[in-house]
Protein backbone atom coordinates (compact mmCIF):
# COMPACT_ATOMS: atom_id res chain seq x y z
CA UNK A 1 0.00 0.00 0.00
CA UNK A 2 1.42 3.57 -0.91
CA UNK A 3 -0.18 6.89 -0.23
CA UNK A 4 1.23 9.47 -2.11
CA UNK A 5 0.14 13.32 -0.94
CA UNK A 6 0.80 16.42 -3.19
CA UNK A 7 2.98 18.75 -1.08
CA UNK A 8 1.51 22.18 -1.57
CA UNK A 9 3.58 24.11 0.22
CA UNK A 10 6.29 24.07 3.65
CA UNK A 11 7.02 26.81 5.08
CA UNK A 12 10.02 27.06 7.89
CA UNK A 13 9.47 27.76 11.54
CA UNK A 14 12.19 27.70 14.53
CA UNK A 15 12.14 24.72 13.75
CA UNK A 16 10.08 23.14 12.48
CA UNK A 17 8.17 22.55 9.40
CA UNK A 18 4.43 23.16 8.48
CA UNK A 19 2.40 23.30 5.04
CA UNK A 20 -0.17 21.89 3.38
CA UNK A 21 -0.66 18.45 1.25
CA UNK A 22 -3.51 17.39 -0.97
CA UNK A 23 -4.90 13.92 -1.11
CA UNK A 24 -7.48 12.72 -3.36
CA UNK A 25 -8.97 16.47 -3.37
CA UNK A 26 -8.99 16.68 0.65
CA UNK A 27 -6.51 18.95 2.08
CA UNK A 28 -3.99 18.37 4.82
CA UNK A 29 -2.19 20.11 7.57
CA UNK A 30 1.50 18.74 7.88
CA UNK A 31 3.92 19.25 10.50
CA UNK A 32 7.47 18.00 10.27
CA UNK A 33 9.74 18.33 13.44
CA UNK A 34 12.35 16.36 14.74
CA UNK A 35 11.85 13.50 17.55
CA UNK A 36 11.25 15.39 20.90
CA UNK A 37 8.65 12.30 21.14
CA UNK A 38 10.66 9.62 19.14
CA UNK A 39 10.00 8.86 15.57
CA UNK A 40 6.17 9.46 15.11
CA UNK A 41 4.29 8.99 11.96
CA UNK A 42 0.25 9.96 12.51
CA UNK A 43 -2.07 10.83 9.67
CA UNK A 44 -5.46 12.04 9.29
CA UNK A 45 -7.12 9.00 7.92
CA UNK A 46 -6.70 5.23 9.34
CA UNK A 47 -5.13 3.37 6.49
CA UNK A 48 -4.97 -0.40 6.63
CA UNK A 49 -1.67 -1.19 7.39
CA UNK A 50 0.19 -4.42 8.02
CA UNK A 51 3.55 -3.37 9.69
CA UNK A 52 3.92 -0.82 12.77
CA UNK A 53 6.62 0.69 10.87
CA UNK A 54 6.50 2.58 7.21
CA UNK A 55 8.43 3.80 5.20
CA UNK A 56 8.22 8.08 4.77
CA UNK A 57 9.32 9.52 1.54
CA UNK A 58 9.83 12.70 0.31
CA UNK A 59 10.74 13.52 -3.70
CA UNK A 60 11.14 16.02 -5.76
CA UNK A 61 11.77 16.92 -9.57
CA UNK A 62 15.62 16.13 -10.47
CA UNK A 63 15.53 12.99 -8.21
CA UNK A 64 15.74 14.57 -4.83
CA UNK A 65 15.07 12.32 -2.22
CA UNK A 66 14.84 12.07 1.82
CA UNK A 67 13.57 8.80 3.48
CA UNK A 68 13.02 7.19 7.08
CA UNK A 69 11.31 4.60 8.75
CA UNK A 70 8.80 6.08 10.91
CA UNK A 71 6.57 3.99 13.69
CA UNK A 72 2.53 4.39 12.39
CA UNK A 73 1.12 6.31 15.74
CA UNK A 74 -2.36 6.61 14.96
CA UNK A 75 -4.75 9.09 13.62
CA UNK A 76 -4.38 12.81 13.85
CA UNK A 77 -6.16 16.24 12.60
CA UNK A 78 -2.72 16.70 10.70
CA UNK A 79 -0.22 14.50 9.02
CA UNK A 80 2.41 14.76 11.33
CA UNK A 81 6.30 13.28 10.57
CA UNK A 82 8.62 13.27 13.80
CA UNK A 83 12.17 12.65 11.97
CA UNK A 84 15.32 14.19 12.43
CA UNK A 85 16.43 12.96 9.16
CA UNK A 86 13.82 14.08 7.32
CA UNK A 87 13.81 17.20 9.50
CA UNK A 88 17.25 17.91 8.94
CA UNK A 89 17.67 17.39 5.10
CA UNK A 90 14.48 19.61 4.36
CA UNK A 91 16.07 22.58 5.47
CA UNK A 92 18.95 22.01 3.16
CA UNK A 93 16.31 21.09 0.88
CA UNK A 94 13.28 23.10 1.87
CA UNK A 95 11.25 24.34 -1.56
CA UNK A 96 12.68 21.47 -3.53
CA UNK A 97 9.93 18.95 -2.85
CA UNK A 98 6.15 17.99 -4.44
CA UNK A 99 5.36 14.58 -3.24
CA UNK A 100 4.85 12.91 0.39
CA UNK A 101 4.74 9.10 -0.02
CA UNK A 102 3.73 6.66 2.73
CA UNK A 103 4.85 3.29 1.86
CA UNK A 104 3.43 -0.14 4.03
CA UNK A 105 4.73 -3.25 2.77
CA UNK A 106 8.31 -2.13 1.98
CA UNK A 107 9.01 -5.69 0.61
CA UNK A 108 7.25 -4.70 -3.04
CA UNK A 109 10.75 -2.05 -3.08
CA UNK A 110 13.08 -4.60 -2.49
Given at each position: ?41 KLPFKPKVKN ?59
Open positions: MTISFKIKHLDIHQSYFKGKVEFRGDEYTINIQNERRGKVLEKMLVRLTGPGDIFIEDYLPYRGESEWVEIDSDEITFYIADHQDQFDTLEIIDDIKGLL
